[in-house]
């Protein structure tokens, strides 16, 4: 789940390396290598930095969640899970042994549960994200359950961004799609935990997160938002969405992520209405959970304040 601090400068080395090299083959036969991404230098870490993320623990924070579903506030916890990872570019996974080939990404698994009504929602979004701050994640995943079915959806950052999505509507089903390279909001809050500064602002197109697109049902694309930046808070707002996500975080490292609000119209027909989805802080661990798995350890959830 992370990288030893003997291998950190290895991966941090190759922070900027590209995929292998393939040929090419043009209609003289003659061969050209592809096109290789241009991107910015790596963002050095700084000193804090290294202590805090690569000490073999995961951060794991715990809310209490308010959130908006079909016209209501239902009561609920998210948890915020970040960790730093080895990353294989090519195969967008997870690298199980060092080497020069790898990635070091700040991972984000964010968690919410609530019921509505007699049924419960379970909802995750997975973010891989560099380390160096100088390109879009790696890999987004998302995935939502509820007792109506599932729907699961993936971005892979290659040439472009491909997307698979599957759900059981009628209407989006099986979906393989790609997406010119854009601001992704899944991405900004682990850019936030990188750097808050590096944060854009002003009149962006950005990609809302896949949780909302998914639950929302709206397409899957990049909408016109303004972007605003002060000392703890990030503000986006999506005009043509009718909606904002202020996220406050403290305005020092490790800028950890104090709550959260996001404001749409929940509901439809007369039941719609514009109502705020809340976060508020509860706990915040250092653990390498991964290892925590048998009955003795349920006390780490306790300290969370997690049912």
Same mark, same amino acid.
């Given at each position: ?5 003997? #291998? ?19 209609? *003289?036969?003659?061969?050209? %290598? ?10 050095? #870490? ?8 690569? @000490? ?8 209490? &969640? ?13 948890? #915020? ?26 991972? &984000?698994?964010?968690? /919410? ?40 959806? @993936?971005?892979?950052?290659?040439? *472009? ?59 899957? /694309? ?5 972007? %605003?930046?002060?000392?703890? @808070? ?6 043509? #969405? ?30 719609? /209405? ?11 661990? /250092? ?18 304040? &997690?049912?």
């Amino acid at each position: 789940m992370k990288l030893t601090s003997s #291998l950190f400068y290895i991966f941090i080395l190759f922070l900027g390396s590209c995929d292998d090299h393939k040929s090419m083959q043009k209609a *003289d036969h003659a061969t050209a %290598e592809p096109q290789v991404e241009q991107l910015p230098k790596p963002e050095p #870490l700084s000193e804090a930095f290294k202590a805090y993320w690569y @000490q073999g623990e995961a951060e794991i924070t715990s809310y209490k &969640l308010e959130q908006a579903r079909y016209g209501e506030i239902r009561k609920g916890n998210a948890v #915020l899970v970040f960790v730093t990872e080895p990353f294989l570019k090519s195969e967008q996974v997870k690298a199980d042994q060092a080497s020069s080939k790898n990635m070091s990404v700040l991972k &984000l698994n964010a968690t /919410k549960n609530f019921n509505t009504g007699i049924y419960p929602y379970s909802i995750m979004q997975s973010v891989f994200y560099p380390v160096a701050n100088n390109q879009h994640a790696l890999k987004i995943a998302c995935s939502v359950q509820e007792w109506c079915g599932q729907v699961y959806t @993936q971005l892979n950052n290659r040439t *472009d961004f491909e997307v698979r999505s599957h759900s059981y509507f009628e209407g989006e089903a099986d979906e393989e799609f790609s997406l010119n390279k854009g601001i992704l909001e899944n991405q900004l809050w682990t850019q936030l935990r990188i750097n808050p500064k590096s944060l854009p602002t002003g009149n962006v197109d950005i990609i809302p997160a896949f949780e909302f697109l998914r639950l929302r049902h709206i397409p899957f /694309k990049a909408y016109s938002a303004s972007a %605003e930046l002060t000392q703890n @808070q990030y503000k986006l707002t999506y005009p043509e #969405l009718n909606r904002t996500l202020q996220i406050t975080f403290n305005p020092q490292f490790p800028f950890d992520i104090v709550s959260w609000e996001e404001t749409f119209i929940s509901g439809q027909g007369e039941k719609a /209405k514009e109502l705020t989805t809340k976060a508020t802080r509860i706990e915040t661990i /250092k653990s390498d959970y991964w290892n925590k798995n048998t009955n003795a350890d349920s006390g780490l959830r306790e300290s969370l304040r &997690l049912p």
